[in-house]
Each structure stands twice: as C-alpha cells, then as structure tokens.
C-alpha cells in the first residue's frame, strides 16, 4: 500500500488522488480547502461561535459549466469534502442532486472584486504555451547562429520536427489573455501559491466595503500594479446572508472582508499539504498592496485599522490555515507564463501565415527569440540602452 497508493485508492476505494482529479478537469488553475474554525482572534472584534470550512478556486470558462463538471467528476469526493456540513444532502445518493444544488447555491458568496492576469485560458492553455516556449527556445539556443548554405536543409527538417511534436500545443491565443499587461514579479520567484485572509468589518460598514470593492473595476483593476499577481478576489461575507438555507439559517456574529490571492514567491520547496504559507512570503506581498492606496483603503473599515500601521501587520495574522491546496501550474511564474504567451502568439501568426516556411525565415525568428529570452525582465528601450551602455563600461 505504501509503493502503489494510487493503485490501491481506485482499486479499493474506487477513487483516485484528488489531485489527478482535479487536473483532469482542466477548468481549474487553483483551488483551496480552508478551516476557518472559529475565524482569525481579532483584537476588539467577538469571537464567533461556529466552525466553518472555506473553499476558494480560480477557473477557467463561466460558472454553470465549472459547476457541473466539479460535482460530475469529483462523485464522493464532494461528500468527503462537506459531508459534515450542516445540511448537506445525502449525496451522491439517488435523486439528491437537486438537493445538492440549492445547498451550493445557498452557500455561495456573492465576488465583488475579481482579477485575472490571464483572461480567458484554461490551465491547458497555459500549460501548453510553456511547452511550446521550452521548445522553440531550445531550439534557438542550441543552433548555431552562423551556418552554411547546406545548413538550410537540416534546419527545415529540425524545426519540423519541432512542429510535429508541438502539435497539440498550437491552439491561439485570444487577444484578451495578453490585454492585461500585469506587473511582473521578482526574478527570483519559483512558483505561485496563494492565501486567504478574513478580516471583521466594522458594524453597518458591509454596504460601503462592498461598493469600494466593485468600484475597482475589472478591467482596471489595480492589482495589476501588485507584481507577480495571477488571481485576486474581493468578497464581503455578509454575516445576515452568508450561509443562508431556507430550512436551517446560521448566522455569523460579525460580517468578514474576504481576501484570496495567488501570486509568485520562491516556492519551489513548499509542499501542497502545507497548511500555511510561509510568513515571510505573505509579509513581502502585502507590502506591494500596501504601496497601492487604492487597495490600502479596503481595509479601513475593518476592525484594528490604523492609517499609520503598515497592511502586513494587519492581514498577515488574518490568514487562515488550509487543509487541500491544488495548484495546475504551481511550477510557472507570472513572468514564465506572459513570455510564452507572447511566444506562442507570435509563432501560430507566422506559421499560419508562411512565415517560418524557409531556412531563412526559420533562421531570423530564431534570432529574434534568442534577443527576447537575453533580455527577460527589460520593459523599455531605454532601460536596454542603459544595460547595454553598462556592459560596455565594464568591459573597458
């Protein structure tokens, strides 16, 4: 059992790693579990008086579908996530899916802020349009920049080979993916993982929360200025609304400002049973929110607000443990992610429209991809001429 837990899961259990599940889906780029338990002990605010389980997820496509396909191929496993909730049906048993669907609806908090640093992609997508990058920059890299006239034969056949194997990876990429123009983040950054924050808001204050959140706007939104961000989410838990059940109402003795993020970090070692991400890397990233007096102004209606305290004192203790982290491209950077988007976008043009047909053309896109991959993280032409200029001055 301890060599082959996947076999003896669907063997025995009839189930496979939930995981694997969840890959097979392909809708979602995230998800986490959460145990709230009693809420974040805020200074001030009363405690509550009910445990309760939080589950967050970034998806690709709209929500029906989403919906759908999660219950559809998730079965038990749904069960084993909520089974213990109060009013859950008795799902999956016969003739409990409608059941099933009034107690999500009941239970599902209304977003008032969403941000996406790549619209419309499934985590296919994404996937793919690495892939692809990898490939094609190998090759650039590993051909010789000068060649001989009879190179040109060996460098249509290499590259379709290249094309050959790439197949499934050429799909398009819509011009929305790429519209956003998100800041980066830190060169160093390994992966993204993500937090969830809940913070009290002050008595009467829930209506004027909510109304700054939406006011962000979403193709506006200035998260776009917190770099490394992939997802962000603003939502009010209203505690008269939130959880409500026709049959069986439980209120919450405070409303919270909820707060979901997934961004870059050095997370190369963090292990998805985690159940906390790493403090330091939650302090780092708030502080980016912090420089944006956009985003600092959501919180000032929360319990423990102060105008001269710094953000990270304030959230970091908000962030609540998770039990199931699943991230689909957890291994890829923000930066990974834009670059090879613009790759590919770039590679299906001119391979659709006979751009890359002779050693030639061949030959000068491979060039053109060795410049961008030598010059990764420069935004503007000056910043090149000051680099450039730099190198010169050292080498003299």
Not at 135 to 146: D, K, N, Q, R, T
Not at 245 to 250: E, I, L, S
Not at 272 to 292: F, K, Q, S, T, W
């Amino acid at each position: 059992m301890t060599r082959r837990p996947a076999w003896i899961t669907r063997g025995f259990a009839g189930r496979e790693p939930g995981g694997l599940t969840l890959k097979r889906l392909n809708i979602l780029h995230s998800a986490t579990w959460l145990r709230a338990g009693r809420f974040p002990a805020i200074e001030g605010c009363p405690p509550e008086t009910h445990p309760w389980v939080l589950f967050c997820s970034n998806f690709a496509g709209p929500w029906d579908p989403y919906r759908q396909a999660f219950l559809d191929v998730q079965g038990k496993g749904v069960r084993t996530m909520w089974g213990t909730s109060i009013g859950f049906p008795k799902f999956p048993g016969r003739g409990s899916r409608y059941e099933l669907e009034d107690w999500v609806q009941y239970r599902l908090p209304q977003t008032d802020h969403y941000y996406r640093a790549y619209p419309g992609l499934s985590p296919n997508d994404v996937r793919s349009a690495v892939r692809l990058a990898k490939e094609v920059e190998a090759l650039a890299f590993s051909w010789p920049a000068a060649r001989c006239e009879d190179d040109g034969q060996a460098l249509r056949c290499t590259f379709e080979r290249l094309v050959t194997r790439v197949q499934d990876c050429l799909g398009g990429v819509p011009d929305e993916a790429l519209r956003v123009k998100p800041t980066l983040g830190l060169p160093t950054a390994t992966g993204m993982s993500n937090f969830v924050s809940l913070m009290p808001i002050l008595p009467g204050r829930e209506r004027r929360v909510r109304a700054k959140a939406q006011a962000l706007g979403s193709d506006t939104s200035p998260f776009r200025a917190v770099p490394g961000t992939h997802f962000a989410r603003l939502a009010v838990l209203d505690r008269r609304t939130a959880a409500f059940h026709p049959r069986q109402t439980v209120t919450m003795r405070n409303s919270w400002l909820l707060f979901a993020v997934d961004f870059d970090g050095e997370f190369a070692d963090e292990e998805p049973a985690a159940r906390r991400m790493n403090g330091g890397e939650i302090r780092r990233y708030l502080r980016a929110v912090d420089d944006v007096p956009v985003l600092r102004d959501m919180w000032c209606d929360c319990f423990g607000f102060r105008s001269h305290a710094a953000l990270e004192d304030l959230l970091e203790p908000s962030v609540i443990e998770r039990f199931v982290l699943f991230r689909d491209h957890g291994d890829t950077t923000l930066a990974e992610i834009i670059s090879a988007l613009k790759l590919k976008q770039r590679f299906v043009s001119l391979l659709g429209s006979g751009g890359l047909e002779t050693a030639d053309q061949i030959e000068r896109y491979l060039a053109e991809v060795r410049n961008q991959v030598r010059w990764p993280q420069l935004r503007t032409a000056d910043e090149r001429y000051l680099v450039t200029n730099s190198s010169q001055f050292h080498g003299a």
